[in-house]
């Protein structure tokens, strides 16, 4: 429940669900399972006022630790949300690097269902630096087109969204 609460992108229920999650292993004896509720946890935290930097570094080491060797699944959503945790953070350089790292795990390891949720952090952090508005709406469009051709309309949906808060004007920093 709690992946899915992030990927719905709702950091509230998320943080719920990876709890309840996390409390019914609290020794982290299920690695394979814990790894991924202490990792939404990370993302829900950051997105929630929390210490968005010290969660995306705890994101970090989850990933890098459990799940790349041996590889699990959904690798290149995690480096997605880590993304946006950096983003959250301020840290620009380091959300690119890990939506770099995403996009490497697509084509790697062609874990594809979760291409629309990263061309979507793509765009936000396109928009956080300030990129013409017409480049960040391009690659929100991508993520919306794409979506739907894969039947991920939840990212579709997120794009939708996203777009709606787009305006002509440039970002002020």
């Known amino acids: 429940m709690a992946r899915a609460e992030a990927e719905i992108g709702d950091p509230v229920r998320a943080l719920r669900a990876a709890e309840r ?14 790894t991924y509720q ?6 829900a935290l950051a997105l929630t006022g929390g210490d968005p ?3 995306a570094a705890e994101a970090e080491r989850l990933i890098a630790t459990n799940l790349l060797d041996p590889t699990r699944a959904s690798i290149a959503i995690f480096y997605g949300h880590l993304g946006e945790m950096w983003l959250v953070a301020g840290a620009l350089d380091k959300a690119a690097a890990a939506l770099d790292r995403a996009d490497a795990c ?3 390891y062609d874990q594809r ?4 949720l990263i061309l979507l952090h793509r765009a936000r ?3 956080a630096r300030g990129e013409p508005i017409a480049e960040v709406r391009a690659v929100a469009e991508r993520c ?11 990212f579709a949906r997120r794009a939708e969204e996203f777009l709606a808060t787009l305006d002509d004007r440039p970002v002020v920093h």
């Not at 999650?21 to 814990?34: C, Q, Y």
């Not at 202490?38 to 993302?43: E, N, Q, T, Y």
Request: include cysteine; glycine fraction near 14%; proline fraction near 2%.
């Open 144 to 154: 919306r087109r794409l979506s739907t051709e894969r039947g991920t309309h939840l």
């Open 125 to 127: 952090l396109l928009h």
């Open 106 to 108: 697509l084509d790697l």
């Open 113 to 116: 269902f979760g291409e629309g």
């Open 53 to 55: 930097a010290g969660a």
């Open 21 to 34: 999650g996390i409390a019914a292993d609290p020794h982290f004896s299920f690695v394979f399972l814990g």
């Open 38 to 43: 202490r990792l939404v946890r990370c993302w």
